[in-house]
């Protein structure tokens, strides 16, 4: 098993830019292929990006946004640049052992989330 925790989360004007970082505890991090998700309220928890040995991204957030993995470090990471109004929400990142996927039963572990929330 994994232990997620994600950070970063803030309050950004639209048009600025985030960082977010999802640390794992474990030994087989480097075994697992990793995604992001985000929830707003009142709204169903949907893909953003995920990472194995390529990447994928949701179409609202392609070209903007940029997964990336750092093994030594236990870390996956979500640069989002020149983010909306429309990015408020609730970030995850989620771990799975499985083949990357963009269904969020797919996955088996996730963190806590980290709240993003961007001004008009």
Not at 46 to 72: C, E, H, L, P, Q
């Amino acid at each position: 098993q994994v232990q997620l925790v994600e950070s970063g989360g803030g309050l950004v004007q639209g048009g600025g830019s985030l960082r977010l970082s999802c640390a794992a505890s474990g030994r087989t991090f480097r075994n697992y292929n990793m995604g992001w998700f985000r929830q707003a309220p009142g709204k169903e928890r949907v893909f953003v990006a995920a990472i194995s040995w390529y990447t994928a991204y949701a179409s609202s957030v392609k070209g903007r946004f940029t997964i990336s993995r750092d093994n030594a470090k236990n870390t996956v990471y979500l640069q989002m640049n020149n983010l909306k109004p429309e990015d408020t929400a609730v970030y995850y990142c989620a771990a799975t052992l499985r083949t990357m996927s963009t269904m969020r039963d797919e996955y088996d572990y996730w963190g806590q989330g980290t709240q993003v929330t961007v001004s008009s």
